[in-house]
């Protein structure tokens, strides 16, 4: 069975540094992997993805990501932080074959971007 | 274009009630799904469907119910509610299931008393 781990519950960074929130992941093959965000009191939105190609996928809002295969990580970045930014980042990653039930999700990281 | 629409928004139950969580697409997708979410654990897969007339069991199925007559609607049943199923419920499609985006309704915020 695949895993996803998300090593911090809450990460801060100052608006206009850059942040990085972690994802580690486990499963059998080439992963599928996706990065979501969600605001308060609304549902999870796509932010971006990684099937195949490139290691470094551009995302919504200046995000990006970089698949290493040899950590087993998918490090969600962004050069420059904004306050907009703060929100409840969730990882999830799917194998390359198999039913929609496995799909699954990170716990969740609390991002905080102070002004 | 609605995207995925979900009602209600806030329910109080008690213990023993049943209800209906009603969710609904607009984008012909193909795939629905429904997960709870708790504190700090993510979200965890109730149950799906890939298409009208059939559905699956996820993660979490125990306590729920679902049925999926038409491409556009997929409710979620809640038989006989217990405090453990005090949750928020996010409704989701996709057109296909592999590697294709979710996309979340607002979530329905269900408390059991």
């Known amino acids: ?6 090593p911090e519950d809450q990460v801060n960074v100052a608006e206009g540094n850059p942040l990085t929130v972690k994802c580690t992941y486990s499963v059998s093959g080439n992963p599928y992997l996706f990065w979501y965000v969600q605001y308060p009191n609304r549902g999870l939105q796509f932010l971006l993805k990684y099937i195949t190609g490139d290691n470094l996928v551009k995302g919504s809002y200046g995000f990006e990501a970089e ?17 907009s930014d703060s929100a409840l980042y969730f990882c999830a990653v799917r194998p390359p074959s198999g039913s929609a039930r496995q799909l ?12 | ?57 996820g993660e979490v199925p125990n306590g729920y119910n679902v049925s999926r007559s ?28 592999s590697t294709d985006t979710q996309y979340f309704g607002p979530g329905t915020r269900l408390t059991v008393l």
């Open chain 1, 1 to 6: 069975a695949q895993s996803v781990a998300q």
């Open chain 1, 67 to 83: 698949f290493n295969k040899s950590q087993t990580s998918f490090h969600l970045k962004k050069p420059s932080a904004l306050v």
């Open chain 1, 104 to 115: 699954t999700f990170g716990s969740g990281t609390q991002l905080t971007v102070l002004p």
């Open chain 2, 1 to 57: 274009n609605a995207g995925v629409t979900q009602t209600p928004k806030f329910r109080i139950l008690k213990i023993g009630q049943s209800m209906t969580l009603q969710c609904t697409q607009d984008m012909n997708h193909n795939y629905m799904y429904w997960y709870r979410q708790d504190p700090g654990m993510g979200l965890k897969l109730i149950y799906y469907s890939v298409g009208a007339g059939i559905t699956d069991k």
């Open chain 2, 70 to 97: 038409t491409t556009e609607d997929f409710p979620l049943r809640l038989e006989l509610a217990a405090p453990s199923q005090t949750s928020v419920y996010f409704c989701a499609s996709s057109f296909r299931q």
